[in-house]
């Protein structure tokens, strides 16, 4: 499996973002794509996931209203809309994916994109 996320970058406060992720590989149709974050010296956190087959989703309470995961079957990619950013949403994001159930837990995860940086300024 191979993931390739890219379009993170530098935006103000109140500004948006979309990443999107790439996956290759495998068939995904059983499997959970997860967004995490990882701010530096911090443990990196659960941001959001999606269930490839039911479209089911879970977010962490601190992005619900601001951000939006969602996927494109055709294309093997998962989106995730940021908006209204905060400087704290400052971290590197990394997609990631698994078979089996949502998990908010980055260790359940086996697959990993390289992480794209997000910074945003106040």
């Known amino acids: 499996v191979q993931l390739q996320a890219c379009g993170g970058g530098l935006v103000q406060a109140g500004g948006s973002l979309r990443l999107s992720c790439a996956a290759s590989?495998?068939?995904?149709?059983?499997?959970?794509m997860g967004w995490f974050r990882q701010a530096p010296g911090k443990e990196r956190e659960f941001v959001a996931a999606?269930?490839?087959?039911?479209?089911?989703?879970s977010y962490t309470d601190g992005v619900k209203g601001r951000f939006t995961i969602s996927r494109d079957s055709a294309k093997n990619t998962v989106y995730l809309q940021m908006n209204s950013l905060k400087p704290e949403d400052t971290a590197d994001y990394y997609c990631?994916?698994?078979?089996?159930?949502?998990?908010?837990?980055?260790?359940?995860?086996?697959?990993w994109g390289q992480g794209t940086q997000v910074t945003v300024s106040s």
């Open positions: 590989g495998r068939t995904f149709s059983t499997y959970v």
């Open positions: 990631a994916t698994k078979s089996g159930y949502r998990s908010r837990d980055y260790r359940d995860y086996p697959y």
């Open positions: 999606i269930n490839w087959s039911s479209g089911t989703i």
